[in-house]
């Protein structure tokens, strides 16, 4: 027998395909509402120094709309959220291993810095204050969750070759929390196999000068109406095809 058109379109809604769009993009919707609901951060986020562009650092500072289409998909959302799941298994593995992980302050919030009157800050996974033989405490604890062929990269070459961004992050932070006088934990969780990835990292202090130096920079141009070089010289770059302000920043000079 022959199927209507109404038979028709209630199958393809059925199947397994169709059932599974539709609760990804339901899911999807949801996580982008409660993205849409939090407020905006007002200042510079320190873990975004070492990015390479400082004309998107500016873009950033300044809360410049995004160009259209460039929304995060939900499927990076559903990326972070698991990255937020495999810190706190990570905060409980190290605790259960010894080592006196603090993640919060006394008052509730996270470690942290402010300055520049609030214009640059940074919040930090959390600091090692004691544990098992091998360690100097206290030390900054960085954490990670990473897909097999970037952790794989990373273990391979170590944290300043393979994540710079991160690296610059670990050096600013212990600078400005002073906990530059002991190695930083540095963890990588792989997503794929489990894989635990740790690195000490002794203190750049270069690095974290070139980076403070880097936001006074772009917080200074940004607030004078100056736009700072583009890092690149073609649009077709993969980082600049990757950038929320590709449209605007190729529109400008």
């Given amino acids: 027998m022959g199927r209507t058109e109404g038979e028709e379109a209630m199958m393809d809604f059925n199947s397994s395909s169709s059932i599974a769009g539709q609760v990804s993009a339901l899911v999807d919707a ?19 120094l070492g990015v390479a562009c400082e004309r998107a650092l500016q873009f950033e500072y300044a809360k410049a709309p995004i160009d259209h289409g460039r929304d995060t998909p939900g499927r990076m959302l559903r990326i972070f959220e698991r990255g937020h799941v495999m810190e706190d298994c990570m905060v409980a593995w190290l605790r259960d291993a010894g080592f006196d992980l603090r993640t919060r302050k006394a008052d509730g919030e996270q470690f942290g810095f402010s300055v520049a ?82 690195e000490l990292v002794p203190f750049d202090a270069a690095l974290a000068q070139r980076m403070s130096d880097r936001a006074v920079k772009v917080i200074t141009a940004t607030e004078a109406g100056e736009l700072l070089p583009r890092a690149f010289v073609d649009p077709t770059h993969f980082e600049c095809r990757m950038c929320a302000w590709q449209d605007r920043c190729w529109r400008t000079t």
């Fill in 30 to 48: 949801g996580l982008q509402q409660a993205r849409a609901r939090q407020s905006e951060r007002q200042y510079l986020g320190a873990s975004r």
């Fill in 117 to 198: 009157d609030g214009r640059l800050q940074g919040h930090v996974d959390g600091v090692v204050v004691g544990g098992p033989e091998g360690f100097a405490y206290p030390a900054l604890w960085e954490c990670k969750c990473l897909g097999n062929k970037s952790w794989s990269d990373l273990e391979k070459k170590g944290l300043a070759i393979s994540k710079p961004i991160y690296a610059a992050q670990v050096a600013i932070y212990q600078a400005y929390l002073e906990l530059h006088e002991h190695p930083a934990i540095f963890t990588a969780l792989n997503a794929d196999t489990m894989g635990i990835y740790t």
